[in-house]
C-alpha cells in the first residue's frame, strides 16, 4: 500500500448539527415519538490539508452532550502522526478506549462511547481519503492478516480468537474479486423503514409502500408497540399492498434465496416489525404471538437493547410462532454481540456504524456473526447512518462472510442532500456501490448544511424560534 505524508493531526472542529424531522413525524416510534435526527460531527485535519469526517447520531438534545465528550477524546490525538495512526489501527482503536479517567465513566459504551465511534471513524475516513479509496475498498484490499491487526479483540477471544478470524479470512480470499465485481454490478439488498413510521398517517403509509414497491424494494419494516389493535390494522394494509400481485412492477422477479425462511407473503415480499425496546420479556412475547397474523419475519429491539439472556428468551418462545428475533442498534459494544451470539438470542445481528466505538469494533463483530452463522443486516435509520453501513456491509460481503443471500441493509429516504456522497437505491431496490476515489467514509457533510442546521445559532433554529419559514427546511416524504 502507497505511503504518503499525510502529516500530523493540527487542529479539529465540532459541530452540533440538528434536523427537524420532528416536524414530518419522521423517525418516530413506540418509545421515541419526539425525534429530531441530529450529527454530532467531528472533523480533523493535519498539517498538511487532510480532512477525516467523523460522526455520531443522536435524536436531538443529546447532542450536546456528545459534542463535549468529542472534544475531550478527539484532544487526546492532536499532535499525534497520521500515518503512525493509520499503520496499525487496532493500537489506535485500543489507546482511545483506554484514558482511564474517560473509561470510569462507561468502559466502551455510553456517550464516551458514542464519542469516541466518530473519532475513530474520522481517521478511518482521513485514512481512505488518503490512500484514494472509498472506505469499503481501502479494507477489501487489505490481507486478511491487516484485516485482523486492524480489528478489536480484547474480551471477545472466548468467542474468535484471532487465529480463528485469519482462517475465516484466508477461506474467503479466493472469491473475493468475483463478489467484489457482482457487488459492483447488482448492487447491494436493501430494506425500507420509511414506510412505518409510528407518526404517519393511514395514507401516507399507503402513499409510500406504494412508491417503494415502484423503487425496486421487496423488504418492509414497521414500527409497533404503542398499540396492538393499530398495529394490526397498519400491518394490514402494508400486507393489502405489497402481498397483491397487481401492484407489482412489470417484469419484477424476487430471487427466492433473499426471501428463504422470511415469512415472504405471495409476491415475494417481507414485512418485519421493530418495537424500539419498549416492553418487557414476558410482555415482548405476548405482544407478538397477537401480531403473528401478519407474519412477520422479524421483531427487532423487543426489550433492553443489553438483556442477552431476556432476547434468548424472547426468542425461544416466538420460534413455533415462525418469528425471529433482530437486535443491535443500541447493543454498546462488541462484548454485548458476543453474548447475543454465544445464547443464541438473535436471529439477525443489527450493527450500527456509530454505536460501538468505529470501523474497529465492528469488524470484530463481523467476524463473531460469521462465524456463528448469523446473518448481519445493519440499522441505518437516521442521519449519516446509511451513507455509513453501505461500507460495512460491502466489507462483510466481500471479506467476511461471503454471502449477500439473506442479507438486506436498512434504508431510509431522509436527510441524504446534505452529504457530498449521498447513498442511492437502483431500480432494484439495492444499494448503489461508492467508487468515488474522494469518497472516504461517505459522511462529510456540506458546509453550507451545518451552517444552517447547526443548533442554536443556525439560520434554521433561529427562523423556527422566531416563528419564521426557512427555505432550506427539508421537505416531507
Known sequence: MAQQNSGKIS?????DVRFPTNVTGDGTDAMNKECDYSSAMVVFETDTGLKGYGMTFTIGRGNDIVCYAIKEVANRIVGMDAEEI?????????????????????????????????????????????????LWKLIVDFTPEEFVKSTCFRYITDAITKDEALALLKKQEAGKAAREKEVIERGYPAYTTSVGWLGYDDAKVERLTKEALAQGFNHFKLKVGADVEDDLRRAKLIRSIIDNPANMPAGRTVDPKTIEGKNAGPTGCVLMVDANQVWDVPQAIEYMKQLEPIKPWFIEEPTAPDDAVGHAAIRKALKPYGIGVATGEHAHNRMTFKQLLQLDAIDVCQIDSCRVGGVQEILAILLMSAKFGVPVCPHAGGVGLCEYVIHLSLIDYICVSGTMDRNVLEFVDHLHEHFLFPVSINKDGRYNVPLDPKTGYSIEMFDQSMMDYAFPEGAYWVAA?????????????
Open 465 to 477: 424560534a422566531k416563528g419564521e419559514p426557512f427555505a432550506g427546511a427539508p421537505q416531507a416524504h
Open 86 to 134: 493509520f499503520a496499525d489501527m487496532g493500537k489506535f482503536f485500543d489507546f482511545l478506549v483506554a484514558d482511564p479517567q474517560h473509561r470510569w465513566l462507561g468502559p466502551e459504551k455510553g456517550v464516551i462511547h458514542l464519542a469516541t465511534a466518530a473519532v475513530s471513524n474520522a481517521l478511518w475516513d482521513m485514512y481512505a481519503k488518503a490512500r484514494g479509496k472509498p
Open 11 to 15: 487542529k479539529f472542529e465540532v459541530h
